[in-house]
């Protein structure tokens, strides 16, 4: 049986909420300022992580719910909520066999 990689969960965007996430991220300036300049970094990043061997769950983050989950928890919306929303996200998805 082989082992299951450890995975790693990366924050996600859509195209079309990009404009919207850096209007609601307290910390846009930690974030290119283009879509396609954000997923050229992304997709280096995933591949990195995998060549290393971990396995990447892309989690999307969406303006409502995202801003919906931080005033739940009365956190700032920015790289470190953006990290623990993917990675409580990340936790909840069924394991990969």
């Not at 082992?3 to 307290?26: C, D, E, N, Q, V």
């Not at 919906?68 to 993917?86: G, I, M, N």
């Amino acid at each position: 049986m082989t082992a299951t990689p450890p995975i790693t969960a990366l924050p996600w965007y859509h195209r079309t909420h990009y404009p919207a996430l850096l209007k609601l991220f307290s910390d846009p300036d930690k974030l290119p300022e283009t879509y396609d300049e954000w997923l050229k970094r992304a997709e280096f990043t995933e591949k990195q992580l995998q060549k290393t061997g971990f396995g990447v769950a892309r989690i999307w983050i969406r303006p409502v719910p995202f801003a919906v989950w931080c005033k739940e928890r009365s956190v700032s919306p920015d790289q470190r909520a953006r990290l623990t929303f993917a990675n409580e996200t990340a936790r909840g998805l069924p394991a990969r066999q």
